[in-house]
């Protein structure tokens, strides 16, 4: 996985900037304030999903000054032939895409949302661990700058532990630990809400089997009462048909005497309209005879009314073409004028215009002329100029202008040189009373020989005084300890005490003994000394061999760096490049080095040297700049020569594209002229035609008077036609009606008739008394309906009531049997929370951190070593406490914290982040100043560890990243980049690997 590009725009003080990264270390330089740790902070934030507020406190902060919307895109590569662009937006609306390549496009991904990004862009990565990409960046791939020591140099060992439990993910463990603390009280609790619950319960499930029973009888009783409601109901149908029946007669007779007066009212309605409709047919027949005698003129009045209409369009036109007459005659005298007078002012415009055309050609003659003479002055004097010019490139590309480049190396070398003399010379004094020493570990062998000898014996002695003492004892029980039986000396009185002598002889002999291990033991001991220390010794003399021979490395790079810069060479070239110049000869003298001494001599030496170099090289850079300046005059006066031929051309020009304007201006009226002389023929043809147009309609008002007066004359006739008109056209219509109402009032009157003899039978066949005594019988038989319903409700209620009742007590004691189990559930619940926390939640958490500092120790312990070039081990002990631990009297010393320096816990932190990197699998890394704090020697070995990485040396550590991007000032990264990105000046520069 590697990153292959980044382009900035509108963020911080990267307007538009697109930078390109090479595989293996890119190193990115430049002054304060060009925007260095910028490009990390945008990566994080494009790439791993970092909030701008992690950055700065506002997040229009991250934006460029006066911009409102910022957008930062990465191009990477999580596997060879796959490119990806993930492109984040700053401002208002911001968006997250991620776009794969397809072709010579990238196309876009569709997410449902951020989170769904962020899963795909970890997976490409090779982060998805399930903790956040964001936190992954700022804890361990690309900590802040001002974060990089972070939790390293915490004093508080629990928040430092926290803090590192939590960024190699195992603080999860410690959580659950810490979360499941309240849950076997929890689970305590709720038994005894259960229990409590239960036993609240247990005396109301009791009486359930009692209410089984009163509900069985309250069953019987609502079958009896069913029972006899449903008699009750047959006779209540059995009536209520009978009074149906006798309200159907009723109803008829109701309804027939209802028809009979409703006839009588429609024959009476019938009457007066058939009345009404005989006024309407006289009056339509009395209009047919008025409409015959005005029809004629009505007739004679439309005729003249439509001539009228046709005239009084005539009188329109003639007033519209009296109108056209005047417009045509004004404009036609108005152009005349103006055309005469426009005639005269182009004719004197083309006189004036031909005499600036031949001034203006003499003048571009001389013109040209002078240039000419001019260019010869200017090749002249450019020659002089690039003479001087090729001197003072030729003078920088001497030796003596690349001092400033090769002196730092050469001083470097000394400054190590001196460092190595230093401790050379420590170490030699270390390894001085090797001999010594070494005579005194060879006698080990031979004291732990004599020792164990010693001992032995001694063992031997004990085990002889120890029988004697246990036979003793028995003979003094009266027992023989050879035939296990009583002592027969002892009961005779003759027996002797055998043992005290012994015992006291062997005491005297294990006192020897004693005495003698102990001056063995301590002679052993101090041999042992000597054996530690010899070992340290010859680690010391180890390390000497190594330092001579670095001293000796250094040496020879120094003199081929020397060699580089021979004051021999310095000063034929200088000479030699002089001779082509006006300038004097520099003598020998001037450059001499003769470096001896010690290293910090040598050093005074070359910084003298370098410092009369420096100002040979101004002096004569400056003679040069002098000559060169003395060159550029003629060529100065040249161009403000030509600068006032140019604008006395240009002011030639302006004159002559002036007099092609006045031309082209002069054509156009010219042409404007012509146009207006076609516009007279054309007004006075209009004319003409206008004039016939207005003789044909003359007499058109003597017409219009005669139409008017023959209006007049019938305009009676036609009001009298349209006023009866439309009662004359109605007069079918009204008799038509008057008939249809005459015959249907005939039909009224005969429906009337037959109604009439419908009723009398109607009131003949109906009895109001049967149909009274129906109605009674049915009130008392729906009263007792309504009683037995009464009762049933009561009866139901009463049974719902117990069913309920029923329900709740079996539901009660389904809840109860439950509770009981779950009571038994949970108290295995909390038996297995017990076990979990103790056992495996309390620590684990321990057991992974153990792992991971033994793991990472080991890995950053080499890398250390590398960059300190020292002997001590580091060890990230308890609670991840940086330690040191080295030799010290022949005793193992442990130094952290306060007890180390600013360079040791820099190294330190620097070799447990890379170490750190490598154990998550991270395959890409940013460090941000890395080397504050650093003394030169450890931040050349800082490089050179990084490059050693990167080549996967054994010596420090195997090749594990893909990218390693480093933001730094020093130049000791210059050498060991595969790419040198340089801010704030020069663009990007590629470096080969070393």
């Not at 876009?108 to 903790?131: F, P």
């Not at 004719?347 to 001034?359: C, H, M, N, S, W």
């Not at 209006?711 to 008799?735: G, S």
Request: net charge negative; proline share 2%; with cysteine.
């Amino acid at each position: 996985m590697r990153l292959v590009s980044i382009r900035l725009k509108n963020i911080k003080s990267h307007r538009d900037t697109e930078l390109t990264f090479s595989p293996g270390i890119n190193v990115l330089s430049g002054p304060n304030g060009a925007g260095k740790s910028t490009i990390f902070e945008a990566i994080g934030y494009a790439l791993f999903g970092v909030s701008a507020q992690d950055f700065v406190t506002k997040a229009d902060r991250f934006l460029s000054i006066g911009a409102k919307k910022g957008e930062i895109s990465v191009v990477f590569e999580p596997a060879d032939g796959e490119l990806y662009r993930v492109t984040r937006t700053v401002g208002p609306a911001a968006k997250w895409l991620l776009a794969k390549r397809q072709g010579d496009d990238f196309e876009i991904e569709e997410h449902a949302n951020l989170q769904e990004t962020e899963t795909r862009i970890a997976t490409l990565l090779g982060l998805n661990n399930g903790r956040s990409l964001a936190d992954q960046f700022k804890l361990v791939i690309g900590p802040f700058q001002n974060d990089f020591l972070g939790p390293f140099v915490i004093k508080q060992p629990t928040a430092r532990q926290n803090a590192f439990d939590q960024i190699l993910g195992i603080d999860a463990w410690r959580r659950t630990y810490d979360g499941t603390k309240s849950i076997a009280s929890a689970i305590q609790s709720r038994s005894e809400v259960l229990k409590a619950e239960i036993a609240g319960r247990e005396e109301q499930v009791a009486a359930l089997p009692e209410r089984v029973q009163e509900l069985k009888a309250l069953k019987v009783g609502e079958q009896e009462k069913v029972g006899e409601l449903s008699a009750r109901q047959a006779e209540v149908a059995e009536v209520s048909a009978r009074i149906a029946a006798l309200d159907g007669e009723k109803g008829r007779l109701d309804a027939a005497q209802a028809e009979v007066q409703a006839l009588e009212e429609r024959i009476g309605s019938g009457k007066e309209h058939v009345a009404s409709q005989q006024t309407l047919v006289e009056q339509s027949r009395a209009a047919s005879v008025v409409l015959g005698s005005a029809r004629a003129g009505k007739e004679c009045f439309d005729r003249a009314e439509q001539e009228l209409k046709e005239l009084r369009t005539k009188e329109q036109a003639k007033l519209q073409l009296e109108r056209k007459k005047g417009e045509i005659e004004k404009e036609l005298s108005a152009l005349c004028a103006t055309r005469d007078a426009e005639a005269r002012e182009v004719a004197e415009l083309r006189q004036g215009i031909d005499a600036d055309a031949v001034k203006l050609s003499r003048e571009e003659l001389a013109l040209t002329e002078a240039r000419g003479a001019l260019q010869q002055e200017e090749s002249a004097a450019r020659r002089g100029l690039a003479a001087t010019e090729a001197a003072l490139a030729g003078f920088k590309s001497l030796p003596l202008l690349q001092i400033d480049t090769r002196l730092p190396y050469l001083l470097t070398a000394l400054d190590r040189q001196a460092a190595l003399a230093r401790e050379a010379g420590d170490k030699e004094r270390t390894v001085s009373g090797a001999d010594a020493v070494r005579r005194a570990a060879a006698e080990a062998p031979a004291l732990k020989r004599q020792l164990d000898e010693v001992q032995a014996g001694k063992a031997r002695l004990l085990g002889q005084k120890q029988s004697l003492l246990e036979g003793k004892e028995k003979l003094s029980a009266g027992e023989c300890p050879f035939f296990g039986e009583p002592c027969r000396n002892l009961e005779t009185g003759g027996g002797a005490d055998p043992f005290s002598d012994r015992i006291a002889r062997l005491d005297r002999e294990i006192s020897q003994l004693e005495a003698k291990s102990a001056d063995l033991a301590a002679a052993l001991t101090a041999a042992e000394r000597a054996a530690n220390e010899l070992v340290a010794i010859e680690t010391t003399a180890a390390d000497l061999a190594k330092l001579e021979a670095e001293k000796a490395q250094l040496e020879r790079e120094f003199a081929e760096r020397r060699e580089q810069m021979a004051p021999k060479l310095i000063l034929e070239t200088l000479n030699a490049f002089l001779a082509s110049t006006s300038l004097a000869q520099v003598p020998a003298g001037a450059v001499v080095l003769d470096l001896a001494g010690t290293p910090a001599e040598r050093r005074e030496q070359l910084e003298t040297w370098g410092r009369k170099l420096k100002t040979l090289a101004a002096k004569v850079e400056a003679d040069l700049n002098r000559e060169q300046a003395a060159a550029r005059e003629p060529v100065l006066a040249v161009e403000r020569k030509k600068a006032g031929l140019d604008a006395n051309g240009n002011e030639l020009g302006r004159f002559r594209t002036e007099l092609s304007a006045r031309k082209e201006r002069l054509a156009v009226r010219e042409k404007a002229i012509a146009a207006r002389d076609e516009r007279v023929r054309e007004l006075q043809e209009t004319l003409q035609a206008r004039l016939g147009e207005l003789s044909r309609l003359e007499d058109v008002t003597a017409q219009i008077a005669r139409t008017e007066g023959e209006l007049e004359r019938y305009r009676k006739d036609r009001d009298t036609f349209i006023a009866n008109e439309a009662a004359a056209e109605q007069l079918a219509a009204h008799q038509e009606r008057l008939e249809r109402y005459q015959q249907r009032l005939l039909q009224l009157q005969q429906e009337r008739e037959a109604k009439h003899g419908e009723l009398e039978s109607l009131k003949q066949s109906y009895d109001p008394a049967r149909h009274d005594a129906a109605k009674g019988a049915r009130e008392q038989l729906l009263g007792r309906m309504a009683t037995l319903e009464a009762e049933l409700a009561g009866l139901k209620e009463n049974a719902r009531r117990l069913e309920g009742e029923v329900e709740m007590l079996t539901a009660m004691a389904e809840e109860v049997r439950k509770k009981t189990a779950a009571i038994g559930k949970l108290a295995r619940q909390g038996e297995m929370v017990k076990l979990l926390r103790n056992q495996v939640f309390k620590n684990v958490s321990a057991q992974l951190s153990e792992r991971f500092r033994e793991e990472i120790s080991f890995r950053a312990d080499r890398i250390y070593r590398s960059i300190a070039e020292s002997d001590e081990e580091l060890v990230w002990g308890e609670n991840y406490q940086v330690v040191l631990r080295d030799m010290a009297d022949g005793a193992v010393r442990e130094r952290s914290d306060d007890q180390l320096s600013g360079g040791q816990m820099m190294s330190a932190v620097v070799a447990l982040r890379l170490a750190l990197l490598q154990t998550i699998g991270a395959r890409i890394a940013f460090f941000d100043e890395p080397t504050s704090n650093l003394d030169a020697e450890r931040r050349e070995n800082l490089a050179k560890a990084f490059r050693a990485i990167d080549l996967g040396k054994e010596e420090v550590t195997e090749h594990w990243y893909d990218q390693l991007f480093l933001v730094s000032h020093d130049v000791s990264f210059t050498e060991i980049t595969d790419q040198m990105i340089q801010l704030g000046g020069d663009q990007e520069q590629g470096h080969s690997s070393v």
